[in-house]
């Protein structure tokens, strides 16, 4: 069964920098496309990025996240990454990466294996 282990979160403020990571165990890490979401207090769960699997060569982004946020990974050491810059109060929110299955990269309902979640704050 794999498992996902995101962490990174933290307080920052305005226009700083964070950059998330998510740890996969298993062996079939590298097959499988990754995203993050987000969800901040009192609204839905949002797509914010996904990666496509093998060398990750197509990137996807929300609008919200062009240009400022940039996703990774390295499947030798299993891990997804989420550099987060020029960061935004409304970027306030947990973030969760999750395992992609099928369908819409975009859609939660595409992802079967999700992590505990990181939460990010930004201060003004």
């Known amino acids: 069964q794999v498992q996902l282990a995101e962490s990174g979160g933290g307080l920052v403020q305005a226009g700083g920098s964070l950059r998330l990571s998510c740890a996969a165990s298993g062996r079939a890490f590298s097959s499988v496309a990754m995203g993050w979401f987000r969800q901040a207090p009192g609204q839905e769960r949002e797509f914010v990025s996904a990666?496509?699997?093998?060398?990750?060569?197509?990137?996807y982004y929300a609008d919200s996240a062009k240009g400022r946020f940039t996703i990774s990974r390295d499947n030798a050491k299993n891990t997804v990454y989420l550099q987060m810059n020029s960061l935004k109060p409304e970027d306030t929110a947990v973030y969760y990466c999750?395992?992609?299955?099928?369908?819409?990269?975009?859609?939660?309902?595409?992802?079967?294996?999700w992590g505990q979640g990181t939460q990010v704050t930004v201060s003004s």
């Open positions: 999750a395992a992609h299955i099928s369908g819409n990269i975009a859609t939660m309902t595409s992802y079967g294996i």
């Open positions: 990666i496509a699997a093998w060398n990750g060569g197509t990137t």
